[in-house]
């Protein structure tokens, strides 16, 4: 397992991390996993056996149930706290009150405290905002984060789907304000959706941010277990749950390359695909979750696969992005300027 630096900080975090959104099954993410306590302590215990480090959860997942679970895990299993780092999240719906999302003030530090007496901790390392709000100024949203940093309650703040422009607005507000500013970014990104590539990607890495990178398998369709104009690919969690929106067609298109690839390398379409992730250089963290033990331990085997230089080639032209103004414009203006 190699350990990165997340972003421009002095902390290490695990090039896989263990995503809990399986955790729990209640609500809307029942649709997702409905893993009990005993199979989820067995999932950490396995993931921390093979060296990670990092553990994601939100609030909103199974409506503070992973939490709780993910909490109650660390303690069953007697792990170090020091050893970890745990990253959970604020923004979405978590009650029926009018203030019960959002990133306004009062949200913030209210699900704040109920995220650390969930999880029964006395710090969240890295405390990610969930999304976007446009009803509460950004200035509002870093001032309470930051109150959160003094208070010694979050040690990192961290941002999660959020546009370019959102980030370097909250970015400069923390500039000159001399204040805590977001050192990651957690999105969607797959060789089989690499619209992040269009500006997220050139932006985080002139700004320094780590990327913990979501559905890493383009929401199972990845896994290995669906192939074109099979009914397989109308069953499992897909069929209920189709999400997140992907161009079908073109995903079969790098399925049909990835599968003679990982018969060559007696691998699974999974690890391949999580591996072409891991070979992309702005990538912190690559968040894995299972339903199985099968699964995460396939997903664990990722890590070491290699590809040869004519691979990577060859999966970087069935899975490039189709150019859009202003990228082809800035490419073709920017090439005379090119080391």
């Known amino acids: ?16 991390c263990l995503g809990t959104m399986t955790f729990g099954g209640k609500g809307y993410f029942a649709q997702i996993g409905s893993l009990g306590q005993p199979t989820v302590d067995l999932l950490v215990k396995k993931s921390v056996d093979a060296g990670i480090n990092f553990i994601d959860t939100a609030n909103v997942y199974s409506e503070g149930l992973s939490e709780q679970m993910t909490g109650q895990a660390i303690r069953n299993l007697g792990l170090k706290r020091n050893e970890l780092v745990i990253a959970t999240k604020v923004r979405g719906k978590i009650g029926n009150n009018p203030n019960a999302s959002g990133l306004s003030k009062k949200h913030i530090l209210e699900q704040a405290d109920a995220s650390l007496s969930r999880m029964k901790l006395d710090y969240i390392d890295l405390y990610q ?47 000159f304000n001399r204040l805590p500013s977001f050192v990651s970014l ?123 230089e004519p691979e990577l080639k060859q999966l970087a032209q069935c899975s490039a992005l189709t150019p859009e103004y202003p990228g082809w414009m800035l490419e073709r203006q920017g090439s005379d300027r090119k080391k």
């Open 1 to 16: 397992m190699k350990y990165n630096l997340l972003g421009n900080t002095g902390l290490y975090v695990s090039e896989l």
């Open 129 to 175: 905002i969930h999304g976007f709000d446009e009803l509460t100024p950004i200035e509002e949203t870093i001032d309470t984060l930051d109150s959160l940093v003094k208070a010694g309650k979050v040690r990192y703040i961290g941002s999660s789907n959020l546009a370019a422009w959102h980030i370097m607005k909250a970015k400069s507000y923390s500039h």
């Open 186 to 308: 957690q999105a969607y990104y797959t060789i089989a959706g690499r619209e992040l590539e269009r500006e997220l990607i050139p932006f985080l890495m002139d700004q320094k941010m780590g990327l913990m990178v979501w559905s890493p398998l383009a929401g199972g369709l990845l896994s290995g277990k669906y192939k074109r104009n099979d009914e397989a690919s109308e069953i499992g969690r897909r069929k209920n749950f189709d999400f997140p929106p992907i161009n079908k067609e073109k995903a079969f298109d790098i399925i049909d390359v990835l599968i003679p690839m990982a018969q060559q390398k007696s691998a699974s379409v999974a690890q391949l695909a999580l591996a072409w992730l891991l070979h992309q250089n702005v990538v912190t963290s690559v968040i894995i979750g299972a339903n199985k033990q099968e699964q995460l331990d396939d997903n664990l085997k990722s890590i070491a696969i290699r590809f040869t």
